[in-house]
């Protein structure tokens, strides 16, 4: 089957595919990603490393967040209910009422929208 909109063509159903079916992910994740060794990898948030370009005083007016990874306890996509998804959409509206500051903001849900997200003042 051709995607034209999919680079890869496989799907996880949930976390334990990645390890289950490791013989065909592995060599998928490593080739796309460019990775010779997973055990290389290692997690850093550390937010101050980060280096970029961009300007301090640019006001950002619309971000939107895209859950496409797998968070611990809900199935990915295509193992999902949709009780599951509105559960883990209100786990995840909770989560960002808790940003403050320049982290704060207002949430749109997907569903019913069209479009960019409504002006805000």
């Not at 496409?68 to 209910?81: N, Q």
């Not at 559960?87 to 982290?103: A, Q």
């Amino acid at each position: 089957v051709q995607l034209d909109d999919q680079l890869v063509g496989i799907y996880a159903g949930d976390w334990d595919s990645y390890k289950v079916f490791a013989d065909v992910f592995d060599p998928v994740i490593k080739q796309y990603h460019d990775i010779t060794n997973f055990s290389n990898f290692t997690s850093d948030m550390d937010t101050s490393k980060i280096k970029g370009n961009i300007d301090p005083a640019a006001p950002v007016h619309f971000i939107r967040i895209r859950v496409g990874r797998s968070i611990d306890g809900f199935p990915l996509s295509p193992g999902i209910t949709e009780e599951q998804r509105v559960t883990l959409e209100n786990l995840m509206k909770t989560s960002f009422s808790h940003l403050k500051d320049d982290l704060a903001g207002s949430y749109f849900s997907l569903t019913g929208m069209k479009g960019r997200a409504p002006a805000t003042s």
